[in-house]
Nanobody
Framework: QVQLVESGGGLVQAGGSLRLSCAAS????????MGWYRQAPGKERELVAT???????KYADSVKGRFTISRDNAKNTAYLQMNSLKPEDTAVYYC??????????????WGQGTQVTVSS
């Protein structure tokens, strides 16, 4: 079992910045992919950004150039630096991991979510 603890959400004005963190713990051998998804009211959950253990990243078109994902593999922690925030970035942000446990079984894990609200 893997536990994901997110932090860093909050209320910010348009144009502002926030940094989200996601710390993974538990039965972890390695985390192949760490990522962030978001879900706005009335909308489906969507990918925001992901990063592999080798450092390869992928971003949604809507956040390219504004958001940056990073990770500290030694700490099993991922970060999402969000700059130039827009009201349409308002959503619950979820951390996601694709990991192998100590028995080499694969797991997909979700955090509890952290609210990001951007006021206009």
């Amino acid at each position: 079992q893997v536990q994901l603890v997110e932090s860093g959400g909050g209320l910010v004005q348009a144009g502002g910045s926030l940094r989200l963190s996601c710390a993974a713990s538990g039965n972890i051998f390695t985390i192949n992919v760490m990522g962030w998804y978001r879900q706005a009211p009335g909308k489906e959950r969507e990918l925001v950004a992901t990063m592999t253990s080798a450092g390869s990243s992928k971003y949604a078109d809507s956040v390219k150039g504004r958001f940056t994902i990073s990770r500290d593999n030694a700490k099993n922690t991922a970060y999402l630096q969000m700059n130039s925030l827009k009201p349409e970035d308002t959503a619950v942000y979820y951390c996601n991991t694709d990991s192998l446990d100590l028995g080499f079984s694969q797991h997909t894990n979700w955090g509890q979510g952290t609210q990001v609200t951007v006021s206009s």
